[in-house]
């Protein structure tokens, strides 16, 4: 079984005409989703969208798994210092395909597999308090910096490498893996100087689209999944998210049909998984849409300010928090249900003596709650005329979730060609790292720190 679309609840049918799609407004975006997905055939043709083949590209995972076989025989726990990309795909997967209490478990029921700790903020408390946890000589740490001049990254860096060289002294390098720019950049530099241990992340994959490079591929093997059928359930989604028509491509359609709901004022994506194993995952979804879509300037230059805000939530936790507002607050949402069919483990709820009120619960599972909970939600937001679909998975497995990883992927790609908007850049992250170098002091920074003191001056005058 492979990933389910239900997309009834998104259509005029349902909805009506003022917030559901219509089928004439589905087939009037055919000539320009035929005309976006002759352009990504070219480009991939062409080289420029290399994290299309990362599926069937077989060199770099034996690679991965060599390196990740040496170095579960030497340590007991990885660090990974990355942010962002770096970080959000590993923290997503980490908690969807390894036990919900990983690092409590004893070596052996985790599969072999090391503890997984992600440092993705510079926040002194989390990271001291981290390092606080462990014991240099059993930690390896895998410093993820594409250009190898993130702030936060290299500052993160420079801190475990001292913590480390402290205690173990000069074989400190062995605790160390850079992954970065195969040929350029300063940890590429320091690899080749220096001696550490590297992976290369390929040459035009940006961080948002890199998890199945060894920026994620790397820690999810040393924490024991299975990284072969991750790869594997991409693949398998390859041909159904490559078809020239939209209405029979999930990743196009659903891409369509979220484009649609924007021009009538669905403006906020929640994307919200009824699985705690599932839940990370939107955190990363987060990322790939708001950086991929988020825009000032059009592909032609023009000033269009776009994109769709995304938003997390989690059933059923946010049925008790988030859902209230969905349900009667403005009409500018769109709810994305992440749904499996087999959670892997069930609970019988049994009779509560003395409580005559529940004993309707009896016989039922835990299963069962959760999964009319989603349908109650979807079937009471449509009655409400809140746009609404589901995709399903039949397990949350690796081949399961590498498939779905694929198809948003491809999905927020061809988003971009129907916003007009460049998927693959994200010139507003760039000011604000300006002005940090700035402010830390980096050279040839000097005029952004002018700048930023005049801007800080105007914005500074109203305090209380």
Request: charged share 20%.
């Amino acid at each position: 079984m492979s990933i389910g679309f239900d997309y009834t609840n998104m259509m005029a049918s349902v909805l009506g005409p003022e917030r559901g799609i219509s089928e004439a407004e589905l087939e009037g975006l055919r000539p320009r989703a035929e005309a976006i997905h002759r352009d990504l055939l070219v480009r991939r043709e062409e080289g420029f969208l290399p994290f299309y083949e990362l599926p069937f590209d077989k060199g770099p995972v034996d690679a991965v798994l060599t390196l990740a076989g040496e170095l579960c025989r030497q340590f007991e726990n990885v660090v990974v210092l990355g942010i962002g990309g770096s970080a959000l795909g590993t923290l997503a997967l980490f908690r969807a395909l390894c036990p919900l209490h990983h690092n409590f478990l004893p070596r052996k029921e985790r599969g072999g597999g090391l503890r997984l700790f992600v440092l993705d903020n510079v926040d002194p408390v989390g990271v001291s308090e981290t390092l606080d946890l462990l014991a240099p000589a059993e930690t390896v740490f895998l410093v993820i910096s594409k250009s190898g001049s993130t702030v936060e990254t290299m500052s993160q860096f420079s801190i475990a490498l001292d913590w480390v060289s402290r205690s173990v002294g000069t074989s400190f390098r062995d605790h160390f893996v850079l992954v970065t720019d195969p040929v350029s950049g300063a940890l590429r530099k320091l690899a080749a100087d220096e001696g550490y241990r590297s992976c290369s992340i390929p040459e035009g994959v940006g961080g948002r689209f890199s998890l199945f490079t060894p920026v994620g591929l790397l820690p999810l093997a040393l924490a024991g999944v299975d990284i072969r059928a991750l790869l594997a359930g991409a693949a398998s989604m390859a041909e159904r998210v490559t078809l020239e028509n939209f209405r029979e491509n999930p990743a196009y359609l659903n891409a369509a049909l979220q484009y649609l709901a924007y021009g009538k004022g669905l403006r906020i994506s929640v994307m919200m998984p009824y699985s705690d194993r599932l839940r990370d995952l939107a955190d990363w979804f987060r990322q790939l849409w708001a950086e991929s879509l988020g825009k000032k300037v059009d592909l032609q230059g023009n000033l269009v300010h776009v994109g769709p805000t995304p938003v997390k939530a989690l059933g059923t936790t946010d049925q008790h928090s988030q859902v209230q507002l969905y349900m009667e607050g403005p009409f500018d949402k769109v709810v994305t249900f992440l749904s499996p069919d087999d959670y892997g483990c069930d609970l019988a709820i049994p009779s509560l003596a003395g409580a005559s009120g529940l004993a309707y619960l009896e016989g039922h599972t835990l299963a069962e709650l959760i999964r009319c909970e989603q349908q109650a939600t979807a079937v009471t937001l449509t009655q409400n005329g809140r746009a609404n679909c589901t995709l399903s998975l039949p397990a949350v497995t690796p081949e399961s979730v590498g498939a779905l990883i694929y198809m948003l992927e491809i999905q927020t790609l061809f988003a971009g060609g129907l916003f007009g908007v460049n998927p693959l850049d994200q010139p507003g992250v760039e000011e604000g790292k300006d002005f940090t170098y700035a402010l830390m002091g980096r050279p040839g920074y000097e005029e952004k720190k002018e700048e930023f003191s005049r801007a800080f001056q105007r914005q500074s005058r109203y305090l209380l």
